[in-house]
């Protein structure tokens, strides 16, 4: 009945939609078009029987000169009337099942505004606290999580 698919260029006014919708932070229409061509792999939307997207997963792969490669979610999000139906999980799932296909790669990292109530979600998925981000959002502080697929 839902269906996950690779996030596309013509998707993009849709995600931007969603997001604003959701109130998540958005990106101006280049980086989103960055994001699909280099890693057209880990990026999804998920579609109702209509054919309607009512969420997406967009996430890249970041690589410190001093680190090996990690994965990195940008932006999240299921549409309201769509939510507590485990449908961001099966994202969240997917998007695991292919960085270690793809990438070979087992950690994923985000970055989240203190006091969202999406942490239940994160550590029920396996996302921990790494650590604090002062003053990271114009008006609060964030912190960053973390999955280890072998923790
Ligand atoms: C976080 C989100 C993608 C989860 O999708 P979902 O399909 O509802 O997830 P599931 O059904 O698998 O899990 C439900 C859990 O999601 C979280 N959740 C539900 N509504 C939420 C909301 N409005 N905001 C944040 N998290 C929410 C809760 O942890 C909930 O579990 P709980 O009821 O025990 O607290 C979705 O709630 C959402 O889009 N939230 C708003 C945007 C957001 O916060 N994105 C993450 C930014 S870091």
New binding site residues.
Partial sequence: MFRIEPAKITHIPELENIGKL???ITYDYNYYMYILTKFPDINFVIKNKQNKII?FILSQIKTKPDSSPIGHIIS???L?E?????????LINHLKKNIIKQYKINQLY?E?MVG??????YN?NGFTESEKLPNYYDDSDGILLIWNNFS
Avoid: D, V
Wanted: glycine share 8%; proline share 0%.
């Fill in positions: 959701s109130n998540i969420g999240f999000c299921i309201e769509y939510r507590n139906q485990k449908l961001g999980t099966k985000l989240m969202n109530r999406a942490l239940s979600f029920r």
